[in-house]
């Protein structure tokens, strides 16, 4: 019989000396990165960034394959949870900061903790002067107006769309589109007509009218709430998250995950009509099994669940054994591919009909848009310019059930993996 692992409790504001980050790692170098809680007293948790929690990540789906900071590391870890009372709150105090990375952990728990920044990440806005070829914004939120190359800039960062906001529900409104997108700026200039006042010319698509509200988007999405990586058996309970540049939950190679009461809502008391600015869940070359239940997601900015693979590109045949493969694509550089040992499909990219399965005896990174690849079972018949797949890396069973999506932006369930039900 398993013995049962006896969890040690550590209150990690007995280690707060005017910083969080640092008060979590002697919490954990207090346990040895092991078979304990970390407990966290209620109330907001106020984190910055810390200069030895800034690290290098590639992070799929984000403009991310950089150095980040993070406000906790959860690196090498085995039997740790972070547990929150229910009113634990953790505020960033910059915008690129981000909240928690679990990597290269086993059995990681995070439980009763809510996610937000101190800053907006978007600038919202009413539309006080609508006309034919023209129509004028008020902004709601205090930022710096400016306009480099005619493109205009909120806080140093670049406006690139906006939404119409439903008043009742806060969510896209209904009939319309984000807006601007490949009009702007050559189709449709902007003027700074006062501090808090902006003007667009030019025939839109959908023009907003008056007395409506807009959210507009600006900055990259660099900035995930929680980054999962080469982890297994990690669970999320009770976790809120109100706002972040990025995705809700971002996991990557990594197995078997549990995703149990996760919430992605508008903060309250806050006047944005926005949650998070990218998916609320988001999961690349996962495997294992994946639970998600009783979750609540609204007012996200893209998807509320997605789930893929990555198809890479074998470019270049160095020998009968060794192939150059390419990432190719720029979100999902440095992102892992597979390990040594993992089973491949090379397919046609324009049909995917399958050519050739093999196993990948070894597997190296050359940078962040290449990897060596080596087989001796590669078959002579692969044809370079083929997409190679990982057919271990991926779910072999997904459980979603009692999940809302209420007003999200671009609310879709995305499965294009062959075994997921």
């Not at 790692?25 to 200069?51: M, N, Q, T, Y």
């Amino acid at each position: 019989m398993k013995n049962k692992i006896t969890m040690k409790e550590v209150f990690v504001n007995d280690f707060y000396s005017d910083d969080w980050s640092e008060a979590v790692v002697k919490a954990l170098d207090s346990v040895g990165r092991r078979d304990a809680i970390l407990r966290f007293p209620g109330g907001g948790c106020e984190f910055r960034p810390h200069p030895e929690l800034t690290c290098y990540a590639a992070i799929s789906n984000h403009n991310s394959n950089r150095e980040h900071p993070f406000a906790i590391i959860l690196d090498g870890c085995e039997n740790i949870e972070l547990a929150g009372e229910p009113d634990t709150e953790f505020i960033m105090n910059e915008r690129f900061l981000i909240p928690i990375r679990v990597s290269n952990c086993r059995n990681v728990v995070l439980r009763n903790i809510s996610i937000d920044f101190s800053m907006d990440i978007y600038i919202q806005a009413k539309v006080v002067r609508s006309e034919n070829d023209l129509f004028e914004l008020e902004l709601e939120t205090p930022c710096e107006v400016t306009l480099k190359n005619g493109i205009l800039h909120f806080n140093g960062e670049a406006f690139f769309g906006a939404a119409e906001v439903e008043p009742e529900t806060l969510g896209l409104r209904h009939g319309t589109a984000l807006n601007f997108r490949e009009d702007y700026p050559a189709k449709i200039p902007v003027e700074i007509l006062a501090e808090n006042r902006i003007r667009f010319s030019g025939q839109l698509r959908q023009m907003p009218p008056a007395g409506i509200r807009m959210t507009l988007r600006c900055g990259k999405r660099t900035t995930p709430a929680i980054f999962i990586e080469k982890s297994e058996q990690v669970r999320l309970a009770g976790i809120t998250v109100y706002q972040a540049a990025g995705m809700g939950v971002i996991a990557q190679a990594s197995k078997d995950i549990c995703i149990d009461g996760f919430c992605v809502k508008i903060a309250p008391g806050s006047n944005r009509c926005y949650s998070i600015s990218a998916d609320a869940l988001h999961f690349v070359n996962c495997y294992g099994n994946l639970r998600i239940e009783n979750c609540l997601l609204e007012n996200e900015y893209d998807d509320a669940v997605n789930i893929h693979g990555i198809y890479s590109i074998a470019e270049k045949a160095v020998s009968p054994s060794e192939w150059l493969v390419r990432r190719p694509h720029p979100a999902q550089a440095g992102v892992p591919l597979g390990v040594s040992g993992n089973r491949f499909r090379a397919v046609d990219p324009k049909t995917l009909a399958t050519f050739c399965e093999f196993r990948a005896e070894r597997i190296e990174e050359v940078d962040d848009r290449y990897i060596r690849l080596t087989s001796d079972s590669i078959p002579m018949a692969l044809p370079e310019g083929a997409a190679l797949e990982n057919l271990d890396w991926r779910f072999s069973e997904v459980v979603i059930q009692t999940i809302s999506c209420v007003m999200a932006i671009r609310a879709e369930f995305s499965f294009p993996q062959a075994n997921t039900c």
